[in-house]
Protein backbone atom coordinates (compact mmCIF):
# COMPACT_ATOMS: atom_id res chain seq x y z
CA UNK A 1 0.00 0.00 0.00
CA UNK A 2 2.61 2.45 0.76
CA UNK A 3 3.34 5.07 2.85
CA UNK A 4 -0.30 6.91 3.58
CA UNK A 5 -0.08 10.31 5.84
CA UNK A 6 -1.54 10.66 9.58
CA UNK A 7 -5.68 10.95 9.44
CA UNK A 8 -7.41 12.90 11.36
CA UNK A 9 -11.58 13.87 10.65
CA UNK A 10 -12.22 14.25 7.10
CA UNK A 11 -13.68 12.67 4.00
CA UNK A 12 -10.66 10.87 2.99
CA UNK A 13 -11.13 12.97 -0.29
CA UNK A 14 -8.12 15.59 -1.32
CA UNK A 15 -8.94 16.31 -4.86
CA UNK A 16 -11.73 18.91 -5.86
CA UNK A 17 -11.33 21.00 -9.14
CA UNK A 18 -9.21 23.83 -9.31
CA UNK A 19 -11.41 26.20 -11.54
CA UNK A 20 -11.89 25.99 -14.71
CA UNK A 21 -9.01 27.99 -15.73
CA UNK A 22 -5.80 28.79 -15.05
CA UNK A 23 -5.26 31.23 -12.66
CA UNK A 24 -2.51 33.20 -14.37
CA UNK A 25 -1.95 33.47 -18.22
CA UNK A 26 1.59 34.87 -18.87
CA UNK A 27 4.94 34.14 -17.02
CA UNK A 28 5.22 37.79 -16.51
CA UNK A 29 5.40 40.35 -13.58
CA UNK A 30 1.56 39.33 -12.42
CA UNK A 31 1.61 35.79 -13.60
CA UNK A 32 5.58 35.27 -11.40
CA UNK A 33 4.07 37.29 -8.58
CA UNK A 34 1.05 35.23 -8.86
CA UNK A 35 2.45 32.26 -8.38
CA UNK A 36 5.20 33.35 -5.80
CA UNK A 37 2.67 34.76 -3.28
CA UNK A 38 -0.04 31.67 -3.13
CA UNK A 39 2.73 29.04 -3.11
CA UNK A 40 4.54 31.05 0.05
CA UNK A 41 1.16 31.86 1.57
CA UNK A 42 0.26 28.30 1.47
CA UNK A 43 3.33 27.38 2.86
CA UNK A 44 2.70 29.16 5.78
CA UNK A 45 -0.58 27.52 6.22
CA UNK A 46 1.44 24.74 7.53
CA UNK A 47 0.96 21.25 6.55
CA UNK A 48 -2.15 19.56 4.97
CA UNK A 49 -3.43 16.46 6.91
CA UNK A 50 -3.01 14.82 3.80
CA UNK A 51 0.51 15.78 3.37
CA UNK A 52 1.34 14.75 7.51
CA UNK A 53 3.66 11.64 6.13
CA UNK A 54 4.64 8.89 8.77
CA UNK A 55 8.47 9.22 7.81
CA UNK A 56 11.53 6.34 7.94
CA UNK A 57 14.09 7.55 10.41
CA UNK A 58 16.29 6.71 7.71
CA UNK A 59 14.15 8.40 4.51
CA UNK A 60 17.05 9.91 2.35
CA UNK A 61 16.33 13.19 1.14
CA UNK A 62 15.36 13.96 -2.48
CA UNK A 63 14.47 17.02 -4.66
CA UNK A 64 12.50 17.67 -7.78
CA UNK A 65 12.04 20.99 -10.04
CA UNK A 66 8.46 21.63 -10.96
CA UNK A 67 9.38 23.74 -14.19
CA UNK A 68 6.57 26.24 -15.63
CA UNK A 69 7.73 27.78 -19.08
CA UNK A 70 6.15 29.50 -22.38
CA UNK A 71 6.03 27.32 -25.40
CA UNK A 72 4.33 28.16 -28.63
CA UNK A 73 2.71 31.39 -26.41
CA UNK A 74 1.15 29.17 -24.02
CA UNK A 75 1.94 28.75 -20.35
CA UNK A 76 3.03 24.78 -19.59
CA UNK A 77 4.60 22.36 -17.27
CA UNK A 78 8.02 20.70 -18.21
CA UNK A 79 8.00 16.40 -17.64
CA UNK A 80 10.10 14.20 -18.72
CA UNK A 81 9.88 10.31 -20.20
CA UNK A 82 12.48 8.48 -18.30
CA UNK A 83 13.96 5.81 -20.15
CA UNK A 84 13.15 2.31 -20.55
CA UNK A 85 16.66 1.45 -19.88
CA UNK A 86 16.53 2.85 -16.29
CA UNK A 87 16.40 -0.13 -13.46
CA UNK A 88 13.50 1.40 -11.85
CA UNK A 89 10.47 3.65 -13.11
CA UNK A 90 11.56 3.34 -16.84
CA UNK A 91 8.91 4.82 -19.13
CA UNK A 92 7.13 6.85 -16.60
CA UNK A 93 6.34 10.18 -16.41
CA UNK A 94 8.64 12.58 -13.58
CA UNK A 95 9.72 15.98 -12.94
CA UNK A 96 13.33 16.17 -13.44
CA UNK A 97 15.11 15.73 -9.98
CA UNK A 98 16.99 12.81 -7.60
CA UNK A 99 19.07 12.26 -4.71
CA UNK A 100 20.56 14.90 -2.68
CA UNK A 101 24.36 14.57 -3.09
CA UNK A 102 26.79 16.02 0.47
CA UNK A 103 28.48 18.67 -2.00
CA UNK A 104 24.84 20.48 -2.55
CA UNK A 105 24.50 23.65 -1.31
CA UNK A 106 21.03 23.23 -0.23
CA UNK A 107 17.60 20.91 -1.57
CA UNK A 108 16.87 23.51 -3.63
CA UNK A 109 20.45 23.38 -5.81
CA UNK A 110 19.84 19.69 -5.58
CA UNK A 111 16.66 19.80 -7.85
CA UNK A 112 18.73 22.72 -9.70
CA UNK A 113 21.76 20.31 -10.22
CA UNK A 114 19.59 17.05 -11.40
CA UNK A 115 17.41 19.48 -13.94
CA UNK A 116 20.96 20.72 -15.85
CA UNK A 117 22.41 16.82 -15.29
CA UNK A 118 19.11 15.54 -16.98
CA UNK A 119 18.23 18.15 -19.49
CA UNK A 120 20.76 20.87 -19.64
CA UNK A 121 18.67 23.26 -18.45
CA UNK A 122 21.55 25.98 -16.25
CA UNK A 123 20.03 27.31 -13.31
CA UNK A 124 20.92 31.06 -14.28
CA UNK A 125 17.99 30.79 -16.25
CA UNK A 126 15.25 29.49 -13.99
CA UNK A 127 13.53 31.55 -11.49
CA UNK A 128 12.46 30.15 -8.06
CA UNK A 129 8.95 31.10 -6.69
CA UNK A 130 8.12 28.50 -4.35
CA UNK A 131 8.15 25.26 -3.16
CA UNK A 132 5.71 22.06 -1.61
CA UNK A 133 6.10 19.99 1.41
CA UNK A 134 8.00 17.12 1.29
CA UNK A 135 6.39 13.31 0.50
CA UNK A 136 7.54 10.53 0.58
CA UNK A 137 8.03 7.84 -2.75
CA UNK A 138 5.80 4.66 -2.43
CA UNK A 139 8.44 2.43 -0.01
CA UNK A 140 9.27 5.83 2.19
CA UNK A 141 12.58 5.74 1.50
CA UNK A 142 12.66 8.92 0.16
CA UNK A 143 11.87 12.61 1.34
CA UNK A 144 11.15 14.05 -1.62
CA UNK A 145 11.34 17.96 -1.87
CA UNK A 146 9.12 19.48 -4.80
CA UNK A 147 10.64 23.24 -6.06
CA UNK A 148 8.64 25.23 -8.54
CA UNK A 149 10.53 27.12 -11.10
CA UNK A 150 10.23 29.41 -14.35
CA UNK A 151 11.50 30.11 -17.23
CA UNK A 152 11.09 33.21 -18.36
CA UNK A 153 12.12 33.52 -21.80
CA UNK A 154 10.09 31.77 -24.30
CA UNK A 155 11.51 27.63 -24.18
CA UNK A 156 12.76 25.61 -27.70
CA UNK A 157 12.39 22.65 -25.62
CA UNK A 158 14.27 20.71 -28.57
CA UNK A 159 17.04 22.88 -28.12
CA UNK A 160 17.80 21.27 -24.54
CA UNK A 161 20.48 18.85 -23.80
CA UNK A 162 18.72 15.84 -22.84
CA UNK A 163 21.16 13.10 -21.25
CA UNK A 164 19.72 10.55 -22.89
CA UNK A 165 21.03 7.65 -20.64
CA UNK A 166 18.44 8.61 -17.86
CA UNK A 167 15.05 10.60 -20.04
CA UNK A 168 13.77 9.26 -23.26
CA UNK A 169 12.09 12.65 -23.81
CA UNK A 170 11.19 16.36 -22.56
CA UNK A 171 7.87 17.12 -22.98
CA UNK A 172 5.26 20.18 -21.98
CA UNK A 173 1.45 20.04 -21.42
CA UNK A 174 0.26 23.57 -21.79
CA UNK A 175 -1.30 24.48 -17.97
CA UNK A 176 -4.86 24.79 -19.41
CA UNK A 177 -4.65 21.36 -19.78
CA UNK A 178 -5.20 20.25 -16.12
CA UNK A 179 -8.25 22.28 -15.78
CA UNK A 180 -10.11 20.30 -18.75
CA UNK A 181 -12.25 17.32 -17.04
CA UNK A 182 -11.36 15.04 -19.79
CA UNK A 183 -7.96 14.76 -19.30
CA UNK A 184 -8.05 13.38 -16.06
CA UNK A 185 -9.42 10.45 -13.46
CA UNK A 186 -10.10 10.48 -10.01
CA UNK A 187 -8.10 7.35 -8.93
CA UNK A 188 -6.87 5.91 -5.25
CA UNK A 189 -3.48 7.11 -4.39
CA UNK A 190 -1.27 4.07 -4.02
CA UNK A 191 -4.48 1.89 -3.10
CA UNK A 192 -5.07 4.30 -0.23
CA UNK A 193 -8.34 6.43 0.89
CA UNK A 194 -6.53 9.47 -0.74
CA UNK A 195 -8.01 10.38 -4.14
CA UNK A 196 -5.95 12.03 -6.71
CA UNK A 197 -6.39 12.66 -10.35
CA UNK A 198 -4.44 10.44 -13.08
CA UNK A 199 -4.04 13.33 -16.09
CA UNK A 200 -3.75 11.85 -19.40
CA UNK A 201 -0.16 13.70 -21.63
CA UNK A 202 0.60 13.99 -25.21
CA UNK A 203 1.21 10.09 -25.89
CA UNK A 204 -1.53 7.72 -26.24
CA UNK A 205 -1.21 5.34 -22.88
CA UNK A 206 1.17 7.59 -21.24
CA UNK A 207 -0.16 9.40 -17.88
CA UNK A 208 0.98 12.03 -15.17
CA UNK A 209 0.52 9.41 -11.85
CA UNK A 210 1.70 8.37 -8.61
CA UNK A 211 4.02 10.73 -6.75
CA UNK A 212 4.49 12.92 -9.90
CA UNK A 213 0.65 13.37 -9.88
CA UNK A 214 0.11 14.08 -6.26
CA UNK A 215 2.65 16.66 -6.55
CA UNK A 216 1.42 18.35 -9.69
CA UNK A 217 -2.47 18.22 -7.83
CA UNK A 218 -1.10 20.10 -4.66
CA UNK A 219 1.06 22.29 -6.72
CA UNK A 220 -2.48 23.10 -8.48
CA UNK A 221 -4.92 23.34 -5.61
CA UNK A 222 -2.42 25.91 -3.90
CA UNK A 223 -2.14 28.43 -6.74
CA UNK A 224 -5.74 27.75 -7.83
CA UNK A 225 -6.60 28.77 -4.14
CA UNK A 226 -7.76 33.23 -4.05
CA UNK A 227 -7.36 31.78 0.16
CA UNK A 228 -3.77 31.89 -0.66
CA UNK A 229 -3.19 35.61 -1.84
CA UNK A 230 -3.14 36.53 1.54
CA UNK A 231 -1.01 35.46 4.83
CA UNK A 232 -2.34 33.40 7.35
CA UNK A 233 -2.84 35.23 10.60
CA UNK A 234 -0.24 35.59 12.67
CA UNK A 235 -0.12 33.10 15.93
Not at 84 to 101: I, M, Q, T, Y
Not at 168 to 175: A, D, E, G, I, S
Not at 197 to 203: E, I
Amino acid sequence: MGMQPARDNNDGRVWQAHGTAPPISALDADGIGLLRRRLTNALARGTPWHMRFRWKDDAAAAAVLMILCTVNGRVSLMFEERSNRLNSHGGEVCFAGGKADESDRSLEHTAMRETFEEIGLPEESITMVGKLPPAPNKGGTLRVHAFVGVVEQPLDVGALSVNRDEVHRVFTLPLAHFYDPSKRELVAFRKGDIRIPHYGTDKRGLRVWGLTAFLLNEFLSRIGSPENDTAPPSL
